[in-house]
Antibody, heavy 121, light 107 residues
Framework: QVQLQESGPGLVKPSQTLSLTCTVS??????????WSWIRHHPGKGLELIGF???????YYNPSLQSRVTMSVDTSKDQFSLNLSSVTAADTAIYYC?????????????WGQGTLVTVSS | DIQMTQSPSSLSASVGDRVTITCRAS??????LNWYQQKAGKAPNLLIY???SLQSGVPSRFSGSGSGTDFTLTIKSLQPEDFATYYC?????????FGQGTRLEIK
C-alpha cells in the first residue's frame, strides 16, 4: 500500500521559511485520482488543512495561509513539497502530508507519520 | 469557513460499551463528512467516508450516519484498541475543516 514520509528541519527560526518534503512510495504521484496535501496539527488544537497540489502542479491553498504558502511537485522523484514563509511561533505544529481523493466525494486515505516543526530562535 | 463542532470533547467508557460521538456542521454539507481515529503519536486513520461508508479494513463495529448538518459516529462494542481521539472532517468545500476532536478514554 501507499506510503508517505515527511522530511525536513525540525527547528526553524522566526521569520525564516519552513520547508518540508513528502516522499510517496509504493504508488505514483502522477496518478490523476489524487491530490497531495499538507495538514498540520497545533499542540492542543485541531487539524488544519494547509493546501494541496495535483500532479500537474495546480494548487489550492488555505486562504488564511495563502500569502505565505508555496507547494510544488516533482513527479520524477514522487515527491511534493511545502514552503511556509515568515514563520512565527504560531506555526509550531506537527506537519502531515496526506493523499486526498480527487473526486467530489473526497477524503484523506493515506497519511505520513507526521513531523514536528518548532519555530524558535 | 464551515465550522465543525464535535460533542462531547471527551468521553469515558468501558470495554464492551456502545459509544456515540456527534458532529455538527455550521451549514449543510450533504453527506460530505468523514471520520478519523488518531492514536497518540500516530497520524489520523480514516474510518468512515461519505458519512456512512466504511473504509476498507476498518472493523464493522464502527458505523456512521447523518446528513445535512448533524452526524454521528457509533462504536458498537468498544475494544481496548478503540481508545483514541476521533475527528470529523467536512469535505463539502475545498477548504476541508475538522472538528476539535473527541477523546475517548477508558473508564
Amino acid at each position: 500500500q501507499v506510503q508517505l514520509q515527511e522530511s525536513g528541519p525540525g527547528l526553524v527560526k522566526p521569520s525564516q521559511t519552513l520547508s518540508l518534503t513528502c516522499t510517496v512510495s509504493r504508488g505514483s504521484i502522477s496518478s490523476a485520482d489524487y491530490y497531495w496535501s499538507w495538514i498540520r496539527h497545533h499542540p492542543g488544537k485541531g487539524l488544519e488543512l494547509i493546501g494541496f497540489i495535483y500532479f500537474s502542479g495546480s494548487t489550492y491553498y488555505n486562504p488564511s495561509l495563502q500569502s505565505r504558502v508555496t507547494m510544488s511537485v516533482d513527479t520524477s522523484k514522487d515527491q511534493f513539497s511545502l514552503n511556509l514563509s515568515s514563520v512565527t511561533a504560531a506555526d509550531t505544529a506537527i506537519y502531515y502530508c496526506a493523499r486526498r481523493i480527487a473526486a467530489r466525494l473526497n477524503y484523506f486515505d493515506y497519511w505520513g507519520q507526521g513531523t514536528l516543526v518548532t519555530v524558535s530562535s | 469557513d464551515i465550522q465543525m463542532t464535535q460533542s462531547p470533547s471527551s468521553l469515558s467508557a468501558s470495554v464492551g460499551d456502545r459509544v456515540t460521538i456527534t458532529c455538527r456542521a455550521s451549514q449543510s454539507i450533504s453527506t460530505y463528512l468523514n471520520w478519523y481515529q488518531q492514536k497518540a503519536g500516530k497520524a489520523p486513520n480514516l474510518l468512515i467516508y461519505g458519512a456512512s461508508s466504511l473504509q476498507s479494513g476498518v472493523p464493522s463495529r464502527f458505523s456512521g450516519s447523518g446528513s445535512g448538518t448533524d452526524f454521528t459516529l457509533t462504536i458498537k462494542s468498544l475494544q481496548p484498541e478503540d481508545f483514541a481521539t476521533y475527528y470529523c472532517q467536512q469535505s463539502y468545500s475545498s477548504l476541508s475543516t475538522f472538528g476539535q476532536g473527541t477523546r475517548l478514554e477508558i473508564k
